[in-house]
């Protein structure tokens, strides 16, 4: 499976933006995708999850009610909407993919796109 994120960039303080993640190399359908980030001098972390048929979704507490996750199985896509930005937000961000579970953590998920940096600065 390759992925591909892009969308990254320079944002203030409350701001939006959107990430794309373009999935290839194996059915779409039979991939659970989800969001990891990682700020400067962190670990990474789990952002959010989406299920096969996007019936079910996972979301970290430091971002719940301002990101949310959605897939086009038609496009091979996933996106990562990005509302209310705040510093604390600014990383890299990390599109994955598994074909189990929903899971939070990293270890579960075989593939990983390459990253895109966000940066959330006034």
């Known amino acids: 499976v390759q992925l591909q994120a892009s969308g990254g960039g320079l944002v203030h303080p409350g701001e939006s933006l959107r990430l794309p993640c373009a999935a290839s190399?194996?059915?779409?359908?039979?991939?659970?995708m989800g969001w990891f980030r990682q700020a400067p001098g962190k670990e990474r972390e789990f952002v959010t999850a989406?299920?096969?048929?996007?019936?079910?979704?996972r979301i970290a507490d430091a971002v719940k009610g301002r990101f949310t996750i959605s897939r086009d199985s038609a496009k091979n896509m996933v996106y990562l909407q990005m509302n209310s930005l705040k510093p604390e937000d600014t990383g890299i961000y990390y599109c994955?993919?598994?074909?189990?579970?929903?899971?939070?953590?990293?270890?579960?998920?075989?593939?990983w796109g390459q990253g895109t940096l966000v940066t959330v600065s006034s």
């Open positions: 989406i299920s096969w048929s996007a019936d079910s979704t």
């Open positions: 190399g194996r059915t779409f359908s039979t991939l659970i």
């Open positions: 994955a993919a598994n074909p189990k579970e929903a899971t939070m953590t990293d270890l579960w998920y075989d593939w």
